[in-house]
């Protein structure tokens, strides 16, 4: 049972240049979020989506875009990236029923450095 | 209205000692307040959880208090041990709703000193 995988889990950009984040998660969740990493600053919601079809603004969505391709995926993209951008991503998921309603599921992050 | 906010951004604890993390809320509509526990190069993991309608909820070493009236709410690791060292996010939601934002304080950084 492998919950929710990110690739890639590192990468170097140079200013200017895209990429895209992918998430996958095999636990049937209808709520997939991305979030942001920083020192002292918390994580920080970057885009959500609440089903498949569906996405919205978090909290710092300004450079990013998302995509929710089907149930399982959650992609981030960051079009022309910028040395403020420079942070470690974490996509998750949320169970909305059984015993474990309103857990987020976490990846293992990815580690993205812009130059 | 979303604002999260959590302190202290760093503690450092005797083993055996009693550590303190607290959080306070805005927006009154949130009914769900978890706190996550994250090791090192790891993703954060749930640790417990608490709804409005209980003013403690313990598990094992752990234990969240809520004070809905100051919309704050605080997690207590009695004896505490060196393998409680990460960091500690509190977050709170609207716990039905499936397009409800998930908003996380700043995080603490706990250290047990051996």
């Known amino acids: 049972n492998a919950g929710v995988t990110q690739t890639p889990k590192f990468q170097v950009l140079k200013t200017g240049q895209s990429m895209t984040l992918q998430c996958a998660q095999d636990?049937?969740?209808?709520?997939m979020y991305w979030y942001r990493q920083d020192p002292g600053m918390g994580l920080r919601l970057i885009y959500y989506s609440a089903s498949e079809g569906t996405t919205d603004k978090g909290e710092v969505p300004n450079g990013y875009n998302v995509s929710r391709l089907n149930k399982r995926e959650f992609s981030l993209r960051l079009e022309s990236a910028a040395p403020s951008q420079t942070s470690v991503y974490f996509c998750a998921s949320r169970a909305q029923t059984g015993a474990n309603t309103g857990e987020l599921f976490f990846g293992e992050g990815s580690r993205l450095t812009v130059l | 209205q979303q604002q999260v906010k959590q302190s202290p951004q760093s503690l450092i604890v005797q083993k055996g000692g009693i550590s303190i993390i607290n959080c306070a809320y805005e927006n009154t509509a949130f009914d769900y307040f978890p706190w996550y526990q994250q090791f090192p190069g790891k993703g954060p993991a749930l640790l417990i959880a608490i709804r409005p309608d209980v003013s403690e909820k313990k598990e094992g070493r752990f234990t969240i208090s809520f004070n809905k009236s100051a919309k704050q709410f605080s997690l207590h690791i009695m004896d505490s041990q060196p393998g409680d060292s990460a960091t500690y996010f509190c977050a709170a939601s609207l716990f039905y709703s499936s397009a409800s934002k998930i908003i996380f304080g700043s995080g603490t950084r706990l250290s047990i000193r051996p």
């Open positions: 636990m049937n969740h209808n709520s």
